[in-house]
């Protein structure tokens, strides 16, 4: 079967072709954080910085910034951690990611953690939905494999293109010794489905939603610098990927006493419309038919006390009490907003499908009382404003140097266990 290869290098391939490629790569710089490796990631973030279409896409320069030869070696020395008491962390292998769609960077980030820890990657995207920013990723990532001191890499790495034939993510899946899958409950639950070696690895990556919770003394208090920030951050979360990123806010959730809410809201939602003003965010006319179809079912089938309009862009409504809430949502600049008097008040609501939680105005120490409250019922991450699309080590729960790693647990024969020769077993 043959699928478009992007990455090292456009060509028609044929999948066994592509596996006995990867399966025979030399394998020299194979261990986790090789200095190799390293200077790879370095090589590819200087690249992004240095293409002239970059700055058009800010969350590519995020990608960049997260690819620094600082930020990769601030991983490994997390890494070194792992290894202790005897256990050594190897590759698993071949992994084949299966990135969302919804989110072009998305696979950069996987992708390159992978290939940090030293496995062999193949990477799947929609042939329909090769947008700009995965195009361009896809020529800076051949650009630097081109170059000849990174041929090695080049025989270890690919992005293939196809729709949505099963053949090739099936003999994929059987080669791949983890696998990661993004996407909808239904596009995961589908893949899952394609079956994968018994000794191999998976991770999935559903349907999610994050909230925002903010004390509304926070927001009175603060200088208006301090509030214009707020406010930047606030865009950054939601407004980068259309508010379909899985870690963006689409709810706001105020914590403390009503009174001081209406104040609040006012100051946050002018700041946050003079950002979207400034950075010249604008809805495609689909969307914005979209959101105003999905506000008015709102309207009907929701609690929605008051809905806050300011342009096209920014829609707030307010909701009576998050009792059944619908986690259903548009995307495009649309938030829903409820009042609670604490933090205690929200475990309650926590469903296992909440991924994020971005905080403003509360001290570590409540945020940890707060997660430990939780008991497993959900969130995987809580960060401050600003830093909900920030990618890291810890993703939906997993460690992902830890998952796309192995453990091979070394025991020196005197510190075993030894079973006397007479002993005899009945």
Request: contains cysteine; charged residues 25%; glycine residues 6%.
């Amino acid at each position: 079967m043959i699928v478009e290869q992007l990455v090292p290098r456009p060509a028609r391939v044929e999948v066994s072709e592509l596996v006995r490629r990867l399966r025979q790569a030399p394998r020299d710089c194979a261990s986790p954080f090789h200095p190799a490796r390293i200077e790879f990631s370095a090589a590819v973030s200087r690249a992004i910085f240095d293409h002239p279409a970059a700055r058009s896409y800010p969350e590519l320069l995020a990608a960049a910034f997260w690819l620094r030869r600082s930020e990769v070696l601030r991983l490994a020395q997390q890494f070194s951690v792992l290894e202790a008491g005897g256990s050594l962390r190897v590759p698993r292998g071949l992994a084949f990611h299966l990135p969302p769609t919804n989110v072009e960077t998305m696979f950069t980030y996987p992708l390159m953690t992978s290939f940090a820890v030293g496995n062999l990657n193949v990477v799947r995207v929609s042939r329909s939905r090769l947008g700009p920013q995965v195009k361009l990723l896809c020529e800076v990532l051949s650009g630097v494999l081109a170059q000849a001191r990174f041929t090695e890499f080049s025989r270890e790495l690919a992005v293939v293109s196809y729709d949505h034939e099963p053949e090739p993510t099936a003999a994929l899946s059987r080669e791949a010794d983890v696998r990661l899958l993004w996407g909808g409950d239904q596009t995961v639950a589908q893949l899952r489905a394609v079956p994968i070696g018994v000794a191999a690895h998976e991770l999935t990556f559903g349907d999610r939603f994050s909230f925002a919770v903010l004390r509304p003394d926070a927001v009175l208090e603060a200088q208006p610098d301090a509030r214009s920030t707020l406010a930047e951050r606030l865009f950054r979360d939601a407004y980068w990927f259309d508010q379909l990123a899985c870690a963006s806010p689409r709810l706001l959730v105020w914590v403390g006493e009503e009174a001081n809410v209406d104040e609040a809201r006012r100051l946050l939602l002018e700041e946050l419309a003079r950002v979207i003003t400034a950075r010249g965010y604008r809805l495609a006319p689909g969307s914005a038919t979209a959101k105003l179809t999905f506000t008015y079912e709102a309207l009907i089938d929701r609690p929605v006390e008051r809905v806050h309009q300011l342009g096209n862009d920014l829609v707030l409504l307010s909701l009576k009490d998050l009792t059944a809430f619908d986690r259903g949502h548009v995307g495009f600049g649309l938030f829903f907003e409820a009042r609670v008097d604490a933090l205690s008040d929200l475990v309650d609501f926590v469903q296992r499908k909440d991924q994020t939680v971005v905080a403003h105005g509360f001290s570590s120490q409540e945020l940890t009382a707060f997660a430990r409250s939780l008991h497993g019922r959900g969130v995987d991450r809580i960060v401050g404003f600003g830093d909900a699309l920030s990618f890291g080590r810890f993703w939906d729960g997993y460690d992902l140097i830890a998952e796309l790693t192995r453990t091979i647990h070394v025991t020196e024969a005197a510190d075993a266990v030894r079973i006397p020769e007479a002993a005899t077993v009945e």
